[in-house]
């Protein structure tokens, strides 16, 4: 069952939302070459208490820690350890908060210093899936609208999506129904209605799609070794289309 949310709910979630947008946007300038992982994961859980908001990853299933750091050829579900990041690495960053029992979810794959126009194609590609995702977020459409539009915009790109995990309905759970993978036929699916919202989360390979979990039973790898990137934010379904709570006004 997918739960709707009233506006009230909405705004709670969009608060958790924010507070995952603020720390996101602190740690794009805050990476550098030397860091740990563990360090933006110890700067991510100190900008989310710093709002009042608490950490959503950790502990979810035994996830030890407030932040997943996917470098490189990790897809998802990096977590930080004293791996350090170089000059030239895509970093992962995925964050959840969580606001009066609300739970806001966003990611970015940021490039450290410099990068191949290649990698950076990577990158646009793959956030560019997201926003073809999030404008079919209308009322009248249908679930996998979002999912068709995501896998013609990166396959026209020459990239693969990864099927092997999926975006998801969120509210007073991380994950909630719907799930919503990034490929599929339009058409398909619930009706897309006012109260929903969503948590759609794209993960692209310049390789091939599929992945393998590391013997830590969370980090995900791209199989063949290429580079992966992985772009994810938390709309609201409403009567003017969809918002998307968790960026900043520019
Ligand atoms: N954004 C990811 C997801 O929704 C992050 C989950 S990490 C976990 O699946 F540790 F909480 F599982
Ligand atoms: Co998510």
Redesign the pocket.
Known sequence: MIILKSKEEVEKIAVACRMVATALDALKTYIKPGMTTKMLDAYAEEKICEQGGIP??KG??R?PATL?VSVNEEV??GIPSDKLIKEGDIVGL?L?AIYEGFYG?S?VTVAVGEVSDEIQRLLKVTEGSLFAGIDQGREGGRLSDISHAIQAYVEKEGYSVVTD?V??GIGRS??EEPQIPNFGPKGQGPRLREGMVL?I?PMVNIGKHQVTVKEDG?TAVSSDGSLSAHF?HTIAITKDGPVVLSQLAA
Request: proline share 0%; glycine share 10%.
């Open positions: 959503a990853f979810y299933h996830y997943c998802v579900h995925d959840g979810d990611a995990f975006g998801h991380l994950h948590a989360e969370w994810e």
